[in-house]
C-alpha cells in the first residue's frame, strides 16, 4: 500500500506563488511508473496538470505550461509541485496521485488564487 499526504496549499494573490508537496510512504516514489499532479475546480472534473515518468520525462497541461514545475525528491519521498504565475482560473483541489501496481490518490489540498 502507498499512502499519500498532500501539504502546502492555501490563499495567494493573482501573480503569486505556492510550492505543493505530496509525502509518500509505504513506498519508493523512486518505483512508481508515474507521478501526477491532477486538479479539480468547482463544478468541473478533475483534469490532470503536470506528470513526471519514472525516468524523469515531464509533461504539462496546456494551461500550465511554462509556470508549473513538477519535482520529485527521492530522499525525502516526495512529488512537488511548484507554481508560479498563478491565476484564478488555478483555484480548485489539487491532487497527488502516483501510479503503480494500481492508482493512489492523497486526500488534496486546497489553492485559492484570489486578490
Known amino acids: 500500500q502507498v499512502q499519500l499526504v498532500e501539504s502546502g496549499g492555501g490563499l495567494v494573490q493573482p501573480g503569486g506563488s505556492l510550492r505543493l508537496s505530496c509525502a509518500a510512504s509505504?513506498?519508493?516514489?523512486?518505483?512508481?511508473?508515474?507521478m501526477c499532479w491532477h486538479r479539480q475546480a468547482p463544478g468541473k472534473q478533475r483534469e490532470l496538470v503536470a506528470v513526471m515518468q519514472r525516468g524523469g520525462n515531464t509533461n504539462y497541461a496546456d494551461s500550465v505550461k511554462g509556470r508549473f514545475t513538477i519535482t520529485r525528491d527521492n530522499a525525502k519521498n516526495t512529488v512537488n509541485l511548484q507554481m508560479n504565475s498563478l491565476k484564478p482560473d488555478d483555484t480548485a483541489v489539487y491532487y497527488c496521485?502516483?501510479?503503480?501496481?494500481?492508482?493512489?490518490w492523497g486526500q488534496g489540498t486546497q489553492v485559492t488564487v484570489s486578490s
Open positions: 509505504g513506498r519508493s516514489i523512486f518505483t512508481m511508473n508515474a
Open positions: 496521485n502516483v501510479q503503480w501496481i494500481a492508482d493512489y
